[in-house]
């Protein structure tokens, strides 16, 4: 089996459990007696952990090795989707959801950097470029449908309910624990990978994260262009919670029903990630008729309109077809975001760069959980998704910001070439934050 080959199969185990977990996760605890702002604090505990474990995590993946790393997200993952299916009080889940932390902190990045090393010892250049591309892109297109095979079967396993109503909206967490042993033993079997120079590493990462940190504070300092991307991710992450925890919660209300919310919410998420990766191919053609930061800003401002109009959904129906719209921009919004970050990037400082993003959203996420999930216990849902809607789409502006007069490359300069220096780098080029 080609690198290529394995490389995606593995993605599609990693992300399957990820599409099963996705239209409950925000369910279960309100059918375990949670409130809803209860709900935002003990989901702002993984941004929080990824927040504080990002930059470590990454240095391990590059010292100790892809494989090692990959395995133990999994092993972390596994205990973290157990956990959660069995807790009964806030304290159990934001156990549980800072085990998802960790796991989401050590898989940030290991299979990529494997993937694009071992291109780099097999295939020669110039084919390599071509090939790593081709796999990324491949890369994206298997997570997107992984999501949606594991939606649609959370909402079967809801709707079959194999042990009683009562854990009906646990089960698909149970499966998903279950899987990530599968995880294990795929990548124990289709990993390989020389680990003969990696010595020392945890003493080395933890040596080198204080530096990493310095390096990325300087580069905030230099670049306004930097800052403002960085702010742009703040506010994303803070938006995300709208329409990805919030779409549930006020499904719920609708319906007034949990399982019946579920069971709906499995094929809507499968329809919007499909829906997603339509957009996402538009992107080039996009590209095409206006400049990066044109479309930046105007994707932006419609998946802002987009989710707002979520919120003020009178019914089921215009709820669904809000979320279909605004992941038709999802995806398209974030690939032209990482190509103006790549932009403010250089080969020896592009993982530190692509760390800072990954860092920022987790936070303004967490924020964000906390805030709506006040929103949605004192007001409604819908206005909580209101808000988390205008709050994404006040990052609009900050595209439109320029370099000082000799301060780095505009937010308009063409993109570096695909070949970064190394594994971690690429690693976090990824869609992974944009996921899970």
């Given at each position: 089996?080609?690198?290529?080959?394995?490389?995606?199969?593995?993605?599609?185990?990693?992300?399957?459990?990820?599409?099963?977990?996705?239209?409950?996760?925000?369910?279960?605890?309100?059918?375990?007696?949670?409130?809803?702002?209860?709900?935002?604090?003990?989901?702002?505990?993984?941004?929080?952990v990824v927040l504080l474990l990002e930059l470590p995590t990454g240095g391990f993946a590059d010292t100790l090795g892809r494989r090692p790393v990959w395995i133990a997200s999994a092993v972390v993952a596994s205990v973290a989707y157990g956990l959660y299916s069995v807790a009964q009080t806030p304290v159990v889940f934001a156990a549980?959801?800072?085990?998802?932390g960790v796991f989401r902190a050590l898989d940030s990045g290991p299979l990529n950097a494997w993937f694009v090393d071992a291109v780099g010892e097999q295939v020669p250049e110039p084919a390599r470029s071509a090939e790593v591309a081709r796999g990324l892109a491949g890369y994206a297109a298997v997570v997107g449908l992984s999501i949606a095979v594991?939606?649609?079967?959370?909402?079967?396993?809801?709707?079959?309910?194999?042990?009683g109503r009562a854990e009906a909206l646990a089960v698909p967490h149970r499966v998903a624990c279950a899987l990530a042993v599968v995880q294990v033993a795929a990548a124990w079997v289709?990993?390989?990978?020389?680990?003969?120079?990696?010595?020392?590493?945890?003493?080395?990462?933890?040596?080198?994260?204080?530096?990493?940190?310095?390096?990325?504070?300087?580069?905030?300092?230099?670049?306004?262009v930097l800052r403002a991307l960085v702010a742009v991710e703040v506010l994303w992450g803070f938006g995300l919670v709208a329409f990805e925890s919030m779409t549930p919660v006020r499904l719920e209300e609708m319906l007034g029903d949990g399982d019946l919310a579920a069971t709906v919410m499995g094929p809507a998420s499968a329809g919007a990630w499909a829906v997603s990766a339509v957009g996402a191919a538009a992107v080039p053609w996009l590209l095409r008729r206006w400049s990066l930061v044109a479309v930046s800003v105007a994707l932006k401002v419609v998946q802002a309109?987009?989710?707002?109009?979520?919120g003020v959904a009178a019914?089921?129906?215009?709820?669904?077809?809000?979320?279909?719209?605004?992941?038709?921009?999802?995806?398209?919004?974030?690939?032209?975001?990482?190509?103006?970050?790549?932009?403010?990037?250089?080969?020896?400082n592009r993982a530190t760069v692509l760390s800072l993003?990954?860092?920022?959203?987790?936070p303004g996420a967490a924020v964000g959980a906390v805030v709506l999930g006040a929103v949605a216990t004192s007001a409604s849902?819908?206005?909580?998704?209101?808000?988390?809607?205008?709050v994404l789409g006040a990052a609009a502006p900050l595209f439109l910001v320029t370099p000082t007069r000799g301060g780095g490359r505009p937010a308009g300069a063409a993109p570096p070439m695909l070949g970064r220096d190394g594994g971690t780098s690429v690693a976090r080029d990824g869609v992974e934050a944009r996921h899970d």
């Open positions: 089996m080609s690198v290529r080959s394995r490389f995606w199969l593995l993605a599609a185990v990693r992300w399957l459990p990820t599409g099963l977990i996705v239209p409950v996760m925000a369910l279960l605890p309100l059918e375990r007696g949670l409130s809803v702002a209860e709900l935002g604090g003990v989901l702002a505990v993984q941004g929080v549980a959801v800072a085990l998802t594991g939606a649609l079967l959370s909402a079967g396993l809801v709707a079959w309910a194999p042990f289709l990993m390989d990978e020389d680990r003969s120079a990696r010595m020392g590493g945890v003493v080395r990462s933890v040596r080198a994260t204080p530096r990493a940190i310095a390096d990325g504070a300087r580069l905030l300092l230099r670049s306004r309109l987009t989710v707002v109009s979520m019914g089921p129906v215009g709820l669904v077809a809000g979320l279909l719209a605004t992941y038709a921009v999802h995806s398209a919004a974030g690939a032209v975001y990482e190509t103006l970050l790549h932009q403010q990037a250089r080969p020896e993003a990954s860092m920022a959203m987790h849902p819908g206005a909580a998704i209101v808000v988390g809607g205008l």
